[in-house]
């Protein structure tokens, strides 16, 4: 039992801080680098409603808020995770972004053969202005 609790929070943490480092300026920026972090099978339903795919967020990725580092900067908060399966994490938190908050939820699914943790699906819902 111990080992499947060290798994489960190794394998959150590692989930945390891809997330995170998908958040980071220089990341964004770089097609290589974030290209890593998603998963070949990525798809994101953003907050406007678009579906985005591993190609078409990659090719964006730099223009998106949050991606220059004079620009402001996403703040997350209340992030959490849970081990659904061997190799598969579900994440939630919020964050902010020039004033904009968003709740967010993404799985993230442990790649073969070494390839680590990649963002497999992304959910954004904006919160309207004085709901808690």
Sequence with gaps: M???IHEMND???????G???????????????AGRLLDPEFTEVGGSGRRWTHDTMLA???????????????????ISGVLLAPGLVHLTFETMLGGRRTRRSSIW??????EGWRMYYHQATPVPP???
């Design 11 to 17: 394998a959150v943490r590692q989930a945390i801080a």
């Design 19 to 33: 997330e995170l480092q998908l958040m980071d300026p220089e990341v964004r920026s770089s097609r290589e680098r």
């Design 130 to 132: 004085g709901v808690e």
């Design 60 to 78: 964006e990725l730099p223009d998106i808020p949050g991606s220059s580092a004079e620009a402001p900067r996403y703040e997350p908060s209340h």
């Design 109 to 114: 699914r442990e790649g073969d053969a070494g």
């Design 2 to 4: 111990d080992d499947e």
